[in-house]
């Protein structure tokens, strides 16, 4: 299909697999021309990207990858509401093609993914930015393509591409016959930035300043003036039998007292007798209809049988779920700090200096912690199991405990929390042996 990475265009009738020839070369640079007159605005502000890139890249200047990553082509941007793992591609964060190695840019890519594919994750393309001096060759995209082995394909459970153009779905169809039909269903075109908080946590994004611009530029070529918004109504205030999205401290009240919140023990209890030993436990995502199904009827003080869906990993994502949706993470943001700071004590001091932090938690979150943390630990020893080390459960875990009230997730905060975590799960009796709530209890 491919001959020096150019199309084979010379050739005619219908192609190998039955596919359609493509537009001829004239109308397809044609379209990329387009694209390219629509980017011209992006120098004006290309210095912000600058001044993003540099700010953090995520690994040091003697790492192999560094001359790529210094660019800030790829990030980490946290979870979705399903709690898998976001990583955003910006095509505007791409040097004029003699400045970057793309095959290094490659092996930057799936160095980035591997540190996420063994879980469930997201994919988001900002393609604003793309043109004919930054862009990899055809033959590139599909060596990149067939390069990915099946477990970043099969993992992958959205691609977001967000400001699509022609000439993106022009390459699109010459790329279908290679693409699996599985696989395509995952694309998702996304016109407007706004579209995308319906899927993902949009503070978490770190959107390059170019893109917004461009967002907002479209937005003021529309013929005509949008809709006001509509009002929304005042929030409600929580139901009494509220299980997500509210405070500890308001499960405590409106459950005499119980440190330990009704849908953990649930989970907990169900999974320690049904999931131990389930290869990939809470590294799976759910339907998000099902989820919300499932969290509707907790909040109505109903009673959830997990039986009744026939999936071990539905409970794995409400317990997720349920952490994820406090208004004040598990450790609190007064810790945040000093969990950030963990990756430069000594490493024979860790384990000490994670007991200090953790003992240092108020009452009720420490007694939560403790229940959460003892049962990762059981998981963690049934590893032969379930193929879920303590390592591997703090890159599920990590965010779901622990994040900044004032920035988004980087891949160098990633690093320190995950390694606190994990440190937390696999030295749990050491950590949590000398403090005890009372009326806590374990699962």
Known sequence: MFRGGRLALRQSGRRPGGFLRPRPRRRRWAELQKDEAENAGAEEIRSFSAAQSDREVGVSMTHPYYDVARHGIVH??????????????????????????????????????????????????????????????????????????????????ALYIVHPTNFIRIIW????????HKFGKKVIYVNRLSDLRDHL????????????????????KQKSKPPPPAKRPPPRPPLPSQQFGVS????????????????MNHTVAYLKKRGLKTEGLFRRS????????????????????????????????????LLRELPEPLLTFQMYDQIIQITSVESSLRVTRCKEIVHGLPEQNYAVLKFLMCFLHMVSRETIFNKMTGSNLACVFGLNLIWSPNSAPSFRTLVPINLFVELLIDFYPIIFSSRTVPGERLP
């Not at 919300?292 to 409400?318: C, M, R, S, W």
Request: charged content about 25%; some cysteine.
């Open 76 to 157: 980490f941007a946290g979870d979705d509401y399903l709690g898998r793992k976001v990583v955003a591609f910006s095509s505007c964060r791409l040097p004029p093609s003699h400045q970057i190695n793309h095959h290094q840019l490659l092996e930057y890519l799936k160095y980035t993914l591997e540190q996420h594919v063994e879980s469930d994750y997201t994919l988001v393309y900002f393609h604003y930015g793309l043109n004919s001096r930054n862009k990899p060759s055809l033959s590139w995209l599909q060596s990149a393509y067939q390069e990915f082995e099946q477990k970043y394909k099969k993992n992958l459970k």
């Open 248 to 263: 500890l401290q308001y499960l405590r009240a409106k459950n005499k007292g119980e440190l330990i919140p009704p849908v």
């Open 173 to 180: 169809n010459v790329f279908k016959p290679l693409i699996s």
């Open 201 to 220: 946590k949009y503070e978490h994004l770190s959107i390059p300043e170019e893109v917004v611009w461009h967002d907002e530029n479209l937005r003021m």
């Open 286 to 321: 759910a339907g998000i209809q099902t989820i919300q199904q499932i969290q509707k009827l907790y909040n109505q003080g109903k009673t959830v049988d997990f039986e009744e869906y026939g999936d071990i990993h539905i409970p794995a994502v409400i317990l997720k779920a």
